[in-house]
């Protein structure tokens, strides 16, 4: 009981254990004290070594060993079969937890309790959240293999020089529109958001159809919008300095230029993925979505009366002549670092996204696009047909020249699930009622500052 | 037989009978003390600390009672538990004895099925009405826009920020009016029908029968079902945590008190400041029961 919500943090120094007496009190100011006057203790060797020798990977791959991994992709036991057939002495415990926030907050009280697993399913978004508690996979091997990887995937395992992950799916975002109704209203496919806003007002006007919708609680959604416009309001140095922009002088363009739109009522703020907004599509409620490879996907089966009058393009942009996207999800798997097998553990993460089956599921059963480079240049990903699309051949094609206009260097908070619930309330409410969102990212900026400066980071 | 053996024998079927008494509830207490007072006093413990992201866990007195009772969100989900109890607490007690009054009349044919068909919704899961109205206040696909749209008025978008409290309303009525219902009706079923027998000598219909004799005897059932719909309101949690997937910005983080401290303690990461909460709404549910029973027990004594 003692140790319950106690987090000993060894990058900053001690931490007095709470003391409800006076004495106590008074020793673990001292103890604070004194930790600010000494260096920071740290449990990493200066010379880190690179690889796993040969001999320790056979003997830990040999021994019988059973590892605890959480995942919420669905396919996932089809991968974790192949890895035991390859390696018959390793048991993969499979615990699917929940998806998201709702696994993330269970690793949180498994690590308070000292019965985390070993290895965890973690988007993007959320390694920095993990970034004190995930295994630094440089030691395991990492640094062989990061050049067989998408940059921009590879980028957002990155903490400083710590590699805390191995990606397994890469998410572009792209632009899907309904070629009937554009057609119907007389616009082509918009390339600048220029052209956007004026096919928003002939799609609305001719078929009454939505040409975009801001979900009023994605705020990864709204970020990758953002992102894609070339904002990047987050830095993390991976300890107690946070900088949090999100209202600065080019995202305040971004919502402006969307506030017109949301004002003249082009876009629609309903929350996604529930019932009602996948029956938009099927309904031709909605004309365009801006989806990541795994998007359509999700759309076939409600939608499937719309198979085949979807056109995939890239996002529209802010200034002609610029090429620029973002990525809009995306995973890894990561090893914790209270893992005892973490050889085992580190071969799982790679075989996962790299052996030749593991990746062909991902491919077809999963239907993601892998974040290796020479499975998502391979014809086996670039000429699988969509039938969704109307006529295009090699959508895929398209994906990864988009994941090629990415810029790998995009940090995230160490609090995304806060992030998350400040945009529904700010941001997100203004899109679902039509009020200014300029006011809103305001709204959004403090509260998220707020909660950063409260948890005791130093904000910038 | 002396007194003084029959005397011992007494005391000693009187311990044997206590030590019986206290073996059959001691698997009661286990479970009371491990499950509830146990992690009770840790929340209260927990509730004195401040956990930071950065800086780990420090003694922190009433901080956070301090900071939980002049936060607006906190004080704003207070104040919509309170409005929801002034309203929704009455129809729903309003409806829940005019059923029973309604079937202890007798005037009703098939009492048995009635009686059922009105405590089915409490049988129902909270998690499955939640998601059952959800859909029926569908804005594009339930039934209520459909049926609007039928007759040709304006659909009401019941998921908006200005309807959404007249729907959570709506749902705990329909979920509490048949247990509330049961309880009445079984402390009518306990009234002796010699008064009835009486009333109708003098000359009562079934109303003043109803307003003059049944309403004053039931009255500590009705206490009792207004102590548990206050702390019910209160508490409120489960519908607008489901409610929350499909009307994010008409719910927000902190609907009701219960939802924040959920919110706090587990996407924010705050356990510290959730329990805080959690014993503040206790508090001020115990001060509004107290105060509730009050007048009403001053009455009985009356009397």
């Known amino acids: 009981m003692s140790t319950i919500g106690l987090r000993i943090d060894t990058k900053l120094g001690p931490v007095e254990r709470p003391g409800p007496t006076r004495r106590g009190f008074v020793t673990a100011a001292a103890v604070l004290l004194a930790g600010c006057a000494a260096p920071a203790v740290t449990d990493k060797p200066s010379a880190k070594p690179t690889s796993v020798s040969k001999a320790d990977f056979d003997k830990a791959m040999s021994t019988p060993t059973t590892i605890e991994y959480w995942s919420w992709l669905e396919e996932v036991p089809q991968m974790v079969a192949l890895f035991e057939k390859k390696y018959p002495d390793i048991t993969l415990n499979l615990s699917n937890v929940g998806a998201g926030t709702l696994q993330f907050t269970k690793v949180r009280t498994a690590l308070q309790a000292g019965n985390a697993p070993d290895v965890m399913h973690c988007d993007y978004q959320n390694i920095a959240t993990f970034a004190r508690d995930l295994l630094d996979l440089t030691a395991y091997g990492a640094s062989d293999y990061a050049a067989d990887y998408s940059p921009s995937a590879w980028g957002q395992m990155k903490s400083g020089d710590r590699v805390l992950g191995v990606p397994i799916d890469l998410a572009p975002m792209a632009a899907m529109y309904r070629s009937d109704l554009l057609a119907k209203a007389g616009v082509g496919v918009p390339v600048t958001y220029d052209d956007f806003a004026t096919a928003a007002k002939a799609v609305k006007d001719k078929t009454g159809a939505y040409l975009a919708t801001l979900p009023s609680n994605a705020a990864t959604y709204m970020l990758a919008i953002l992102q894609a416009a070339g904002v990047k309001p987050f830095t993390y140095d991976g300890a107690t300095k946070v900088g949090i922009k999100l209202n600065g002088a080019d995202a305040k363009d971004v919502m402006r230029y969307w506030n017109t739109l949301v004002q003249a009522g082009l876009i629609s703020g309903d929350p996604n993925f529930t019932d009602a907004w996948y029956r938009g599509f099927a309904t031709n409620t909605y004309a365009s979505w801006f989806p990541a490879p795994w998007g359509p996907y999700r759309l076939q089966g409600t939608a499937a009366n719309t198979t085949g009058l979807w056109t995939l393009a890239k996002v529209p942009q802010f200034k002609k002549g610029v090429d620029t996207s973002s990525l809009w999800g995306g995973s890894a798997t990561s090893v914790l670092k209270t893992s005892k097998h973490p050889i085992v553990a580190a071969e799982w993460a790679r075989f996962l996204s790299q052996d030749p089956d593991s990746v062909k599921l991902l491919m077809t059963v999963q239907q993601q696009m892998p974040a290796l480079k020479a499975a998502n240049a391979s014809p086996a990903f670039i000429d699988a047909p969509n039938p969704f699309f109307k006529d295009q051949q090699q959508t895929n094609k398209l994906f990864v020249e988009i994941a090629g206009t990415v810029d790998p260097n995009y940090a995230w908070l160490p609090f995304m699930g806060v992030v998350g619930t400040t945009y529904n309330d700010t941001l997100g409410k203004a899109l679902a009622e039509k009020t200014d969102l300029v006011t809103a990212l305001d709204a959004w900026q403090k509260a998220v500052v707020d909660y950063a400066t409260q948890q005791g980071f130093t904000v910038s | ?303």
């Open chain 2, 1 to 303: 037989m002396s007194q003084g053996v029959a005397l011992r024998r007494k005391n000693v079927t009187r311990r044997k009978q206590n030590i019986a008494a206290y073996l059959f509830i001691t698997p009661f207490v286990i479970l009371f003390v491990a499950m509830l007072l146990v992690p009770l006093f840790y929340s209260g413990y927990l509730s004195l600390f401040k956990t930071q992201l950065v800086g780990g866990t420090v003694f922190d007195g009433l901080g956070n009672y301090i900071r939980a009772a002049t936060d607006p969100l906190f004080l704003a989900s207070i104040g919509r538990v309170a409005l929801i109890l002034l309203i929704q607490v009455p129809i729903m007690l309003g409806l829940a004895l005019f059923f029973a009054l309604a079937i202890d009349s007798g005037r009703v044919h098939g009492s048995k099925f009635v009686r059922l068909i009105i405590f089915v919704p409490y049988a129902v899961p909270g998690v499955v009405g939640a998601l059952m109205w959800g859909y029926l206040y569908g804005r594009d696909f339930g039934p209520i826009s459909q049926a609007f749209h039928a007759v040709g008025l304006p659909v009401p978008d019941l998921l908006s920020s200005d309807l959404i409290l007249g729907s959570v309303m709506n749902i705990s009525t329909w979920q509490f009016a048949g247990y509330n219902m049961i309880i009445l009706y079984s402390a009518l079923r306990a009234i002796p029908t010699e008064m009835y027998d009486a009333a109708q000598v003098d000359g009562a219909g079934q109303f003043r029968i109803a307003w003059s004799i049944k309403i004053p005897t039931i009255r500590p059932a009705l206490v009792l079902t207004l102590i548990f719909s206050i702390i019910g309101s209160f508490q409120l949690f489960t519908e607008p945590s489901l409610l929350y997937s499909i009307a994010p910005s008409a719910i927000g983080q902190a609907f009701s008190p219960n939802l924040y401290a959920y919110n706090q303690a587990f996407v924010n990461q705050v356990t510290n400041y959730a329990a805080a909460i959690a014993f503040l709404l206790g508090f001020v549910i115990m001060i509004v029961s107290y105060v509730v029973q009050l007048p009403l027990l001053r009455k009985e004594k009356v009397q």
